[in-house]
Every structure is written in C-alpha cells, then in structure tokens.
C-alpha cells in the first residue's frame, strides 16, 4: 500500500495564514484558515496542504481522493521504471576448449545486453595453480568474445585460489 507523506488536509491543518490555490491551478490569495476551508466545503471539496514549508504554507482545493490516486500512480510508474544493476556471475576453468568459451560468452553477453555486470571466474585447483599463465589466456578469450557488449571494468586478478575479472555494459549503448 502506498502512503502519503506528510500531507495535511482540513481539519489537519495547523496554521493560520495560508496561499490558496483553486483545482484549476487559479491564485485565490494568501486567506485564513477559516476561510479557506469554508471555501472547500462549499466547492464540495478538500483542503490540502501541498507545500507545508513554504512561507505562507501552500494549500490546494481539490478532490483528495483523487489527488492520492494520482500521487499513487507516479510512485508506481516511477518504481516500474526503476532498474537496479545486477552482478551476474560466469564460471570458467583453466582448461576449458575454445567453444565452450563461446557458448559462455554468449551467455554473458545477454547478461551484458540486459543491462547487468558480470564477474568472471576461475578457480584453481590443485595443481591448476601451477598454470595460471593458463587463467589469463583464458579470461582474455572471454573478453575478447564479449568485447562487443562490453568493456572491462577490473583486468584479471588471481586472488587466492581465484582469479577474478569484471565486465560491465560497453558505455555507449
């Protein structure tokens, strides 16, 4: 459910001087509080405080249930468009074969393309650690296949038993 943060309306409202404003958009003037609300109740309608910091405080007559309905529609779309940047993770190892590096790539691709980043892996194992020659060779046959949809963020880095590289959305797209 969606809520309404600090909004005031007519017998909420706390102050005496007040900037009126009709449904329309139309300037009523700087009025009392009052008098204000008498002049909601007889358009059969609220009183709203929209911007209780100004100075005079600012209120809008107007239908609140629809003016809640609104506010609830923007706070929706505005989360719809909302994306937030995954890290996705690909496994590869020392001695994986040309293809198999392909079909990876094109895995991380659609990761890439999707708007996503991705870390690159390879774990040594064993005496794997004797080839890390290998790791490199390897991570760059990666980056090299994906190098269409992306740039690299952090070269390959043997961190422990890992070797880890990052891949981010080639920037121009």
């Known amino acids: 459910m969606w ?22 958009g139309e300037q009523l003037g700087i009025m009392s509080r009052d008098e204000a609300l008498r002049l909601a109740e007889e358009k059969d309608l609220d009183l709203v405080c929209i911007a209780p910091n100004a100075n005079p405080p600012v209120c809008k007559i107007l239908d609140y249930g629809k003016y809640s ?20 993770e690909i496994r590869l190892s020392t001695f994986i074969e040309d293809h198999d590096i392909q079909v990876k790539a094109k895995t991380g691709g659609k990761f890439l393309a999707d708007g996503d980043k991705l870390k690159v892996t390879i774990r040594f194992r064993g005496r794997e650690r004797d080839y890390t020659a290998r790791g490199y060779e390897v991570m ?28 981010a959305p080639k920037s121009g797209r």
């Open 69 to 88: 309905y609104e506010i609830q529609k923007k706070a929706k779309e505005a989360k719809k468009k909302q994306r937030s940047m995954q890290m996705k």
């Open 140 to 167: 760059e046959k990666f980056a090299e296949a994906v190098s269409d949809v992306a740039d690299i963020e952090k070269k390959p880095k043997l961190e422990g038993r890992n070797m880890i590289m990052f891949l």
């Open 3 to 24: 809520t309404i943060k600090e909004t005031y309306i007519n017998e909420e409202i706390r102050g005496t001087e007040f900037r009126v404003i009709s449904g329309d």
